[in-house]
């Protein structure tokens, strides 16, 4: 168990629909990652939220937004969704920078079918 | 920009059998390199990472992986591979920030009985 808790872990839903998916991270990390991860395009990275703020984005689309909340868990939010969303997601939390070695711990992930 | 490669998208190896997975990278700054083991439906595992200091680095389950930085490769190896290690394998970079954290496209490994 890496401390990391994702939910739901599974997710089915019709096109065009919106969805929200939480990450917890693990008890004193300040950093949460989002990752999507599909047959065609393997592990992409999406955004990175530290200690509240937005600190890096990836391939992330613009219907796609996320959020890191005061108490650190974070959401990842997917609207107007399209079949191609279709994927796991994955997010992976770290203690921060400057504190320690980076080190990112995996949740089991979401997996979301759009159907 | 940063990048991880891993040449080889499939392996097949007998129980009992060495192992080597390869990993490429170009990174700009000082890499800080991983190797993480997803199985079926499962999240990322792990397996070990490398800072600095020994280029040899040991992890869990038996793996090591060696740093070359003449080569820019963090080679990740096993000198007797179990059944259970038939899973998908995926190298990654980072900085010491956590900035910029990229995962190769994974090898995945299959196990002969």
């Known amino acids: 168990d890496s401390g990391v808790t994702q939910t739901p872990k599974h997710l089915i839903t019709a096109t065009g629909q919106r969805v929200t998916l939480r990450c917890s991270p693990r008890?004193?990390?300040?950093?949460v990652y989002w990752y999507q991860q599909s047959l065609d395009q393997g592990l992409q990275f999406l955004i990175h939220?530290?200690?509240?703020?937005?600190?890096a984005k990836g391939n992330i689309l613009e219907r796609f937004s996320a959020q890191q909340f005061p108490d650190l868990h974070s959401e990842l939010n997917l609207s107007s969704l399209e079949l191609g969303d279709s994927a796991l997601y994955f997010c992976?939390?770290?203690?921060?920078?400057?504190?320690?070695?980076?080190?990112?711990?995996f949740g089991q992930g979401t997996r979301l079918t759009v159907v | 920009a940063q990048s991880v490669t891993q040449p080889d998208i499939h392996i097949t190896v007998s129980e009992g059998a060495s192992l080597e997975l390869r990993c490429n990278y170009s990174?700009?700054?000082?890499?800080?390199l991983f190797w993480y083991v997803q199985s079926p439906g499962q999240g990322l595992q792990l397996l070990l990472k490398?800072?600095?200091?020994?280029?040899l680095v040991q992890g869990i389950k038996g793996f090591e992986a060696e740093f070359k930085r003449s080569q820019s490769s963090f080679n990740l190896r096993k000198p007797s591979v179990h059944w259970s290690d038939a899973a998908e394998y995926f190298c990654?970079?980072?900085?010491?920030?956590?900035?910029?954290?990229?995962f190769g496209p994974g090898t995945r490994l299959s196990v002969l009985p």
């Open positions: 990654a970079v980072g900085d010491y920030y956590g900035q910029n954290f990229v």
């Open positions: 990174y700009g700054a000082t890499p800080y």
């Open positions: 008890s004193g990390d300040l950093s």
């Open positions: 992976a939390s770290s203690v921060g920078p400057g504190q320690d070695p980076f080190e990112a711990f």
């Open positions: 939220y530290y200690n509240g703020e937005e600190r």
């Open positions: 490398y800072f600095s200091g020994d280029t």
